[in-house]
Nanobody
Framework: QVQLVESGGGSVQTGGSLTLSCAAS????????MAWFRQAPGKAREGVAS??????????YYTDSVKGRFSISQDASKKTLYLQMNSLKPEDTAMYYC???????????????????????WGQGTQVTVSS
């Protein structure tokens, strides 16, 4: 069982920045992907960004709405996943979740990593609120 704990959320004005962190009890190095998702009230959970591990280290994917503004990174030695968010917009307001795969779960890179089915473990979420 992998525990994930997100932090770093908060309230900012449009154009502001936040950095989210996700501390994991275990960090995969099995060529799998770690990811950030978000969920706004009344909407489905959506993938925001993913990053590869092991042989896929360095491979990243971003949903279109955050490209050029958000940056995902990781420090496997610290078992921590990050999401740097710049130029925030009101439509970025949501609960943000860190996601990790189980040992038997593998999804190829790219857009597929934005599917919730690629992940077995979820954090409790951290709220991001962007005001205009």
């Amino acid at each position: 069982q992998v525990q994930l704990v997100e932090s770093g959320g908060g309230s900012v004005q449009t154009g502001g920045s936040l950095t989210l962190s996700c501390a994991a009890s275990e960090y995969t190095n099995r060529n799998q992907y770690m990811a950030w998702f978000r969920q706004a009230p009344g909407k489905a959970r959506e993938g925001v960004a993913s990053i590869g591990t092991g042989a896929n280290e360095g491979a990243t994917y971003y949903t279109d709405s955050v490209k050029g503004r958000f940056s995902i990174s990781q420090d496997a030695s610290k078992k921590t996943l990050y999401l740097q968010m710049n130029s925030l917009k009101p439509e970025d307001t949501a609960m943000y979740y860190c996601a990790a795969p189980g040992r038997a779960t593998y999804c190829v890179g790219g857009k597929v990593t934005m599917m919730t089915q690629c992940y077995d473990y979820w954090g409790q979420g951290t709220q991001v609120t962007v005001s205009s």
